[in-house]
């Protein structure tokens, strides 16, 4: 990291730390942070590690995708609301039903059969 992106993530680091201001940022917020040159950890610190607009992303991967010089609409795409979940098992697949809120692609699931709970994996698509 040069001395310019180590300045401007330890001035944030400490102005958000005096302030008391971490809160949740937006994806736009994050990658206008991202190309100013903030470094991911002053980031993550100053939204409190909490990204609104990206429900399937952590806040981590939201700062990953902005580093990768992804767009804010790419990225936005990329951590939408699972809209239609299934989980898929070895013995067949199941919508889930329950709250989507914090679903994620890939994240654990289960679903019914004669024989109790059979654990899955989401799929979002």
């Known amino acids: 990291m ?3 992106n180590r ?5 944030l680091v400490v102005f958000f730390g005096l302030t008391g201001s971490a809160v949740a940022c937006t994806v736009k917020e994050v ?3 991202a190309r100013q040159g903030a470094g991911e950890r002053a980031i993550l610190d100053r939204c409190d590690r909490k990204i609104s607009g990206a429900p399937r992303c952590s806040a981590r991967e939201v700062v990953e995708l902005a580093f990768d010089e992804k767009s ?4 936005r795409d990329q951590c939408r609301r699972c809209e ?6 070895p ?7 329950m709250s989507m809120e914090r679903i994620t692609d890939g994240g654990e699931c289960h ?14 698509n």
């Open 84 to 89: 239609r979940p299934t989980c898929v098992t």
């Open 7 to 11: 300045g401007i993530s330890i001035f």
């Open 111 to 124: 679903c019914p059969s004669p024989f109790g709970w059979v654990p899955g994996l989401t799929d979002c």
């Open 72 to 75: 804010e609409s790419e990225i």
């Open 31 to 33: 990658v206008q942070m």
């Open 91 to 97: 013995q067949g697949d199941c919508r889930i039903t």
């Open 2 to 4: 040069n001395k310019i």
